[in-house]
């Protein structure tokens, strides 16, 4: 049985950094599509970022690079994703996301993935 336990969320200033990280479970990540999404109240869900199993590059929403960095240690079994420069509106709840890797790029809508975390609450405000 696959499981993703995030964790890393918090309270954090404006400009501020934070790391999320994903631990997997019943699953090696070699195999996986993994990555992250995010909810903000009133709104959709929307990917922030994704590994593919193709790899090695990783994907970003528009909103978030050159700020976020995605990686993984395939050892621990782990996914981290390295948030700098938080804005208030980074604000939402992530989720670690995951799906059996079909070689091609990830997907980019929620239901696509088969593995979900609880999620972990990142607020950014001063």
């Known amino acids: 049985q696959v499981q993703l336990v995030e964790s890393g969320g918090g309270l954090v200033q404006p400009g501020g950094s934070l790391r999320l990280s994903c631990a997997a479970s019943?699953?090696?990540?070699?195999?996986?599509?993994i990555g992250w999404f995010r909810q903000a109240p009133g709104k959709e869900r929307g990917g922030v970022s994704c590994l593919s199993r193709r790899g090695p590059s990783a994907s970003y929403a528009d909103s978030v690079k050159g700020r976020f960095t995605i990686s993984r240690d395939n050892a621990k079994n782990v996914v981290f994703l390295q948030m700098s420069s938080l804005k208030p509106e980074d604000t939402a709840v992530y989720y670690c996301?995951?799906?059996?890797?079909?070689?091609?790029?990830?997907?980019?809508?929620?239901?696509?993935?088969?593995?979900w975390g609880q999620g972990t609450q990142v607020t950014v405000s001063s």
């Open positions: 019943g699953v090696t990540l070699d195999v996986l599509d």
């Open positions: 996301v995951a799906r059996i890797g079909s070689w091609g790029i990830c997907p980019p809508l929620p239901h696509e993935y088969d593995y």
